[in-house]
């Protein structure tokens, strides 16, 4: 794996934890910007693995890589602040271009996943005409939301009030025609939205 993350980009590092209280012991040491997770871990329950790891590191990217492809363990991983799932059943270069699309601000979810949860009755997907209705602000806190980031920790990155990042996310939400944060990430992945370099 170490070998096929070198490609992911120059000069990368990489810290390793074979158990939970070993990775949670690198979040006094190291910031990363990405952190890949096995559900499973040895003796921790799946979905607890990946709530402790989203809590320790409140600031990184959090990506499953699971032999796992269960549509409803995706979604699970999802509404627990994943901000992208990868079978291990995936080529060495969908693996490289989902944590890029990562890391770039965009979220990966695997195509029959997004199929699955598709919903026939669901409105049409809002227009790129509509996506540029929302303000750069509002993008960003979209963004880092769908990314797995709490409110919290977003008002803290972009230097605002928790109330003034709810607002925006009400905004985005409504732009989306969804309800919550795990639509609006399904929503997000079908349209391949990401990181927006628009003014504020």
């Known amino acids: 794996m170490k070998f096929l993350l070198a490609d992911l980009e120059a000069g990368i590092a990489f810290a390793e934890a074979a158990t939970l209280p070993c990775a949670l012991a690198h979040a006094g040491e190291h910031a990363p910007e990405l952190v890949l997770v096995d559900l499973h871990m040895p003796g921790e329950d799946s979905m607890g693995v990946l709530t402790a790891i989203r809590a320790a590191f409140?600031?990184?990217?959090?990506?499953?890589?699971?032999?796992?492809?269960?549509?409803?363990?995706?979604?699970?991983?999802?509404?627990?602040?994943?901000?992208?799932?990868?079978?291990?059943?995936?080529?060495?270069?969908?693996?490289?271009?989902?944590?890029?699309?990562?890391?770039?601000?965009?979220?990966?979810?695997?195509?029959?996943?997004?199929r699955a949860f598709a919903a026939p009755a669901a409105p049409r997907p809002p227009s790129s005409r509509e996506c540029e209705s929302l303000s750069g602000r509002q993008m960003e806190v979209l963004l880092k939301a769908v990314q797995g980031k709490a409110n919290k920790v977003i008002a803290r990155e972009m230097q605002l009030s928790e109330g003034t990042v709810k607002a925006?996310?009400?905004?985005?939400?409504?732009?989306?025609?969804?309800?919550?944060?795990?639509?609006?990430?399904?929503?997000a992945a079908r349209m391949g939205l990401q990181a927006d370099v628009r003014p504020s």
């Not at 627990?80 to 271009?97: E, H, N, R």
């Not at 009400?170 to 399904?186: D, I, W, Y």
Request: net charge negative; charged share 15%.
């Open 58 to 114: 409140d600031a990184s990217m959090v990506v499953v890589l699971s032999s796992e492809d269960d549509p409803d363990v995706i979604l699970r991983a999802i509404e627990a602040g994943a901000s992208g799932y990868v079978p291990k059943s995936s080529t060495p270069q969908i693996l490289i271009a989902a944590l890029r699309l990562v890391m770039a601000g965009g979220i990966y979810i695997p195509p029959p996943a997004l």
């Open 168 to 187: 925006h996310l009400s905004a985005a939400f409504r732009t989306l025609g969804v309800q919550n944060r795990t639509e609006a990430v399904f929503a």
